[in-house]
């Protein structure tokens, strides 16, 4: 075999890696939130309903239109307010300094907050 033989196997071997990794991952649906507070879970929301979100006494989350995104906190940076709306495809929204993780998971059965479980 040639140098440029290799050079073909390698770049369609690779093309394939792709492809399937593109594929796993597009079979997710994520139809809800997780929202997280010093590791532990203030509950679950649908991405279906639009509601505003109080997290305590330091962030709001809002949902609109399929869309989760922080509206407000009392973090001194703000980085979260400016970080990306997350939805159906995935994502996360992190708020160090108050220890808030929003993030992306598949919808159970049930509507509205859910709390499942504290870690301590």
Same mark, same amino acid.
């Given at each position: ?6 050079? &073909? ?9 792709? %492809?399937?990794?593109?594929?796993? !991952? ?6 809800? *939130?997780?929202?997280? &507070? ?5 509950? /679950?929301? %649908?991405?279906? /309903?639009?509601?505003?979100? @109080?997290?305590?006494?330091? !962030?709001? $989350? ?9 509206? /407000?906190?009392? $973090? @001194?940076? #703000?980085? $979260?307010? #400016? ?9 996360? *929204?992190? $708020?160090?300094? !108050?220890? &808030?993780?929003?993030? %992306?998971? @598949? &919808? ?11 870690? %301590?």
């Amino acid at each position: 075999m040639k140098k440029k033989d290799y050079l &073909v196997i390698g770049t369609l071997l690779l093309l394939a890696l792709l %492809s399937w990794l593109l594929l796993q !991952n597009r079979g997710k649906d994520y139809g809800g *939130i997780r929202i997280t &507070v010093d590791s532990r879970i203030f509950g /679950e929301y %649908s991405l279906a /309903e639009d509601q505003i979100i @109080p997290i305590g006494d330091t !962030n709001v $989350c809002e949902i609109r239109d399929g869309r989760a995104f922080m509206t /407000e906190a009392t $973090c @001194p940076d #703000h980085l $979260c307010i #400016h970080q990306k709306s997350i939805g159906s495809a995935g994502g996360a *929204i992190i $708020c160090l300094p !108050n220890r &808030v993780i929003i993030e %992306s998971v @598949p &919808v159970s059965g049930q509507e509205g907050p859910q709390i499942d479980a504290f870690v %301590s």
